[in-house]
């Protein structure tokens, strides 16, 4: 579990310390400080910085446009990884680049931009040696530049820049499942918009039949007193092709046993709470062990069931030693979080990013000082 976090040269963030972090923290802050980005970096970190999450970054947030009035570049200094990296500017070769890390930690990843230049010996032998910034800027030829991630002593050349994105996903693993012994942690994510449906029916397939598919059962009943059972269906009325906003042809949908009514009712059906809790508590329940990452944590929650949902959210994050992270824009959000955490004193953490002088700052609360805020009816978010 992460006790502090320290962020270095990533999108807006030039650098950034949080000191102490628990087990369920809480993030807030206007539009464009940083909560979103914030949890980015936790989830690159856990990754140890593989290449699908740097590719997923730049994805998520669609920097790898491409358009026949804006063509993009062919040379390294173009490739769309530039936006991870704060002004949105690759740094030089051997230049500092990203840093991710808890705050005492000497073992920090480190991701940069290396030149590497290809030689051959006498017996056709290939070898990469790396080299300089100033032996790059001399008239070399055969040289490669490439994203590496550096630990300690270790190097990983990640990618290279001179290929196009599409081309570096195809011949990247896909690590859907997030197994990967090289990761620092397993993780979920549940986004401003939900998981999409296979995911969320995947995180189901591990559930059920388990002494965890109680647990969702019972949040669920947060809202929908009545809810007896969830099931995944197919639905075949969308064909094979898959037409269904994008899900990639997996048509399986949630549906919800209700008591008295004999026909399952869709999931969606019973409205967005419904749905956005049933994505947090899956999540939840499948990170065990690693880290839970939520984007607006009350997106269709009605503000009376949140300090409900949040009692959930850290019971089940001390049961399961997982680390949540979310952001919220909503003081009632706040409230309920805060109602929750004075149950949990030892388990929660709370921060506030905000934008001066171009640079983002961070305001850490105790649990005293965010209920002393809310009675006294001072602006926290």
Request: with cysteine; hydrophobic share 40%; charged share 25%.
């Amino acid at each position: 579990m992460l006790e502090s976090f320290q962020i270095h040269n990533f999108r807006l963030f030039h650098h950034l310390e949080v000191k102490r972090l628990g087990n369920v923290n809480l993030i807030v802050g206007r539009n464009n400080a940083g909560k979103s980005t914030f949890l980015e970096a936790v989830e690159l970190y856990a990754s140890n910085a593989s290449p699908m999450s740097l590719l997923d970054l730049v994805d998520s947030r669609q920097e790898s446009w491409v358009s026949e009035a804006q063509p993009h570049t062919q040379t390294f200094l173009g490739n769309p990884i530039r936006h991870l990296f704060f002004g949105h500017k690759l740094p030089d070769i051997g230049e500092e680049g990203i840093i991710l890390g808890e705050v005492s930690s000497s073992a920090k990843i480190h991701i940069g931009v290396a030149a590497y230049q290809i030689k051959s010996d006498n017996e056709g032998t290939t070898k990469r040696i790396r080299i300089t910034d100033e032996q790059f800027h001399q008239d070399l030829s055969d040289i490669e530049v490439v994203v590496v991630a550096e630990e300690s002593e270790k190097v990983r050349r990640l990618f290279r820049l001179n290929r196009d994105l599409r081309d570096i996903r195809l011949t990247s693993r896909v690590a859907y499942e997030r197994l990967d012994a090289e990761f620092k942690y397993t993780w979920q994510f549940v986004s401003t918009e939900n998981m999409p449906n296979r995911k969320l029916a995947a995180l189901w397939d591990l559930t059920s039949l388990t002494n965890l598919e109680s647990e969702v059962i019972s949040a669920l009943k947060l809202i929908e007193p009545k809810v007896s059972g969830i099931a995944f269906v197919e639905d075949i009325s969308k064909g094979s092709g898959g037409n269904n906003r994008g899900q990639g042809g997996d048509n399986r949908i949630p549906l919800v046993k209700i008591e008295g009514i004999d026909e399952p009712l869709p999931l969606k059906s019973m409205g967005d709470g419904m749905t956005r809790l049933l994505h947090i508590i899956l999540a939840l329940v499948n990170a065990r062990n690693g880290i839970l990452l939520i984007d607006e944590f009350e997106n269709g929650l009605h503000w009376t069931v949140q300090p409900k949902v949040w009692d959930i959210v850290f019971n089940l994050s001390e049961r399961l030693n997982v680390q949540v992270f979310a952001t919220t824009h909503s003081r009632d959000c706040v409230n309920g979080f805060d109602s929750a955490w004075n149950k949990y004193p030892s388990l929660g953490a709370f921060f506030r990013l905000e934008a001066k002088d171009n640079l983002i700052k961070v305001t850490e609360y105790t649990s005293e000082t965010l209920t002393d805020s809310l009675e006294t009816d001072v602006e926290i978010r």
